[in-house]
């Protein structure tokens, strides 16, 4: 799950954006105790196109360590022995990531989740597997997505 938030009137407005095989009809609700954003540390973010199975800390910057191709600011890395292209991408302005994590893990489906930030991101890491990222993919079309939202739906001036 991947979560950016934006401040809007002093209150927090939530995007959250799920895969499609993790969503699922049903009437849990999850909460964001958003509390804790003020005194959460900036992380570096890798938005990997694999899934670990591993919840807790981990040295990715000892073992996570790219090359940058200067003319096209594409990063290179091998990771488990396969090649991964990637791109650092922003946050949409006015915009802040969250990295977030399970309170109470609920014991079913139906029980309502509670989540805290645990860090918090401006810029993250987009990699794919042996190809680089590029303007199809749907990530970085969602950091694109809120500025053509704001001049879809703004005020039109005459």
């Excluded at 540390?41 to 694999?50: D, E, I």
């Excluded at 946050?91 to 969250?98: D, F, N, S, V, W």
């Excluded at 079309?141 to 703004?154: F, Q, T, V």
Aim: with cysteine; charged share 25%; hydrophobic share 30%.
């Amino acid at each position: 799950m991947m979560t950016v938030t934006s401040e809007l009137n002093g209150r927090f407005r939530i995007n959250v954006w799920k895969t499609a095989e993790r969503m699922s009809c049903n009437t849990s609700v999850t909460r964001v105790d958003v509390s804790s954003v003020g005194q959460a540390q900036r992380a570096p973010v890798h938005l990997l196109p694999c899934e670990i199975e591993h919840n807790g800390p981990a040295q990715v910057s000892q073992y996570l360590t790219a090359t940058t191709k200067d003319c096209k600011l594409e990063k290179t890395v091998s990771f488990r022995g396969r090649g991964l292209k990637g791109q650092e991408l922003s946050c949409p302005q006015g915009y802040t990531g969250l990295v977030l994590k399970e309170i109470n893990k609920p014991g079913s489906d139906q029980e309502d989740r509670t989540v805290k930030v645990s860090s918090v991101f401006d810029k993250l890491t987009y990699w794919n597997l042996e190809t680089p990222p590029n303007s199809d993919d749907t990530v970085v079309m969602a950091m694109d997505w809120p500025e053509l939202a704001e001049a879809i739906h703004g005020p039109v001036e005459d």
